[in-house]
């Protein structure tokens, strides 16, 4: 059993898992599609990107508050919703379990537009190897960091490119402001009035599925939340309770962390890109596009300081991602009796997908070779799960014990996010039903 810290700054020792969750989300939301949301509406949807960055978190928190309490894994805890089950070698599996499954296909197509943004920064930076040739390197090195490393290597390699890069980019919109491209306190109130341009929909979409913390992240948080030891309490109240205390201010660090990383680069694309008139971008050159805000802004230099930082946020997108699918689908193998657990197969099984992962990354990529596309495609599916997740949350928490269950006002909270995003979604249905 490990002893839960008490103390803020104790608890701050044990924050980790948000870095890993941050790396996988920053390079894919914030370098990719928030600065083309901000290109294509200007600062019009500043409100909708705020709030996918800080309404997701709480979800997150819920979900992982029921695996820790119950030291379940994510699947297995959602396993027991109600509603069809399925049963295979005496598991019994919820419809939602396989609706979530199915995603895992969108969701490697998102990983093949990573690949693809990995490869267009790699070909910048080193030309002689072709965008399809880096593709592939990219596939390969990832495989063999995680062949070879481990969750404590992983955390530190992504701490160390999350910071750097979120530095980085709040120092850039911060020289933007000296420059003929700064933001004015009407451009932000504008940004803030909830207007939609519907006819950005998709994109709006994706990046609601995309930034801050999709579905896909809240499910591999509670791995590696488990991973760091936060739900080894022995069944005490006091100790779980104090380990979700724990939680809790991890969260609130992937909060602060995602708000870091994201925001700057959707003032920059809103406040250059879109002023440029670069959206869509020119031959859907995802890095060539973005590689005008640094060069606008800094001047011609600011190409080789921009691009290798491009080339490894994105790649501890990659790295991260394809980390958390290890996991993920490894459990859905288990918990839907589709492999039989022995003594070794979770591990197995992680080795074996954390190969398969990205040569089906490096595949996708080579059937469908358009980031943006890829990457919108697994954005949309991203958006389409909240509302799932979201009430596996309201369901499970309640199913706690009454000293272990969330406060009322969170419980309500919970209930409005769940209306919003159902409100949403109904609402971009109909106007693209419309549309067309």
Not at 224 to 242: D, F, R, S, T, V
Not at 313 to 322: D, I, K, P, Q
Not at 354 to 365: D, E, K, R, T
Request: net charge positive.
């Amino acid at each position: 059993m490990n002893k839960a810290p008490i103390s803020l700054i104790q608890r701050l020792k044990f924050i980790g898992p948000s870095v890993v969750v941050t790396g996988s989300v920053v390079g894919s939301g914030a370098i990719a599609l928030a600065p083309l949301l901000g290109a294509a509406t200007g600062f019009t949807l500043l409100w909708w990107l705020l709030l996918s960055l800080w309404s997701k978190p709480l979800i997150q928190a819920e979900i992982t508050r029921y695996v820790i309490a119950t030291n379940q894994t994510f699947l297995e805890a959602f396993s027991k919703m109600p509603g069809a089950k399925t049963n295979f070698r005496g598991k019994q599996t919820s419809w939602l379990v396989w609706f979530m499954f199915i995603g895992v296909i969108p969701s490697i197509a998102g990983m093949g537009g990573l690949a693809g943004a990995v490869a267009e920064a790699g070909h910048l930076m080193i030309p002689l190897l072709s965008v399809e040739i880096w593709v592939v390197t990219a596939c390969f090195m990832v495989w063999f960091i995680l062949y070879l490393g481990s969750y404590q290597s992983l955390e530190k390699i992504l701490l160390a490119m999350v910071f750097f890069f979120s530095v980085v980019t709040l120092i850039i919109a911060i020289s933007m402001q000296s420059t003929a491209y700064a933001i004015s306190s009407e451009q932000i109130i504008i940004g803030l009035s909830f207007t939609f341009p519907f006819e950005h929909a998709a994109l709006a979409l994706a990046v609601f599925g995309f930034t801050g913390i999709s579905y896909g992240e809240i499910m591999a948080y509670t791995y590696w939340c488990l991973e760091k030891g936060y739900a080894k309490h022995g069944n005490e109240i006091g100790e779980q309770k104090a380990w979700i205390k724990v939680m809790q201010a991890d969260v609130w660090a992937t909060v602060f962390f995602v708000t870091l990383g994201t925001l700057p680069f959707f003032l920059l694309g809103a406040a250059v890109l879109n002023t440029l008139g670069l959206y869509p971008p020119p031959g859907g050159d995802i890095i060539q596009t973005l590689l005008n805000i640094f060069t606008t802004i800094l001047g011609s230099w600011a190409k080789w300081f921009f691009i290798p930082l491009a080339f490894f946020v994105l790649f501890s997108t990659m790295l991260s991602g394809t980390a958390a699918f290890t996991r993920t689908i490894s459990d859905y193998f288990i918990s839907m009796g589709l492999v039989m657990e022995k003594r070794k197969t979770r591990n197995n099984l992680i080795q074996v997908i954390g190969f398969i992962i990205p040569l089906f990354s490096c595949i996708a990529y080579f059937l469908l070779p358009n980031p943006i596309t890829l990457l919108l495609i697994a954005g949309i599916w991203a958006a389409i799960g909240l509302p799932v997740i979201n009430i596996g949350a309201i369901y499970l928490t309640n199913k706690l014990e009454q000293a272990l269950q969330p406060k009322p006002i969170t419980k309500i909270a919970l209930w409005l996010t769940l209306i919003l995003q159902l409100g949403m979604a109904a609402l971009i249905i109909y106007t693209q039903v419309k549309g067309s």
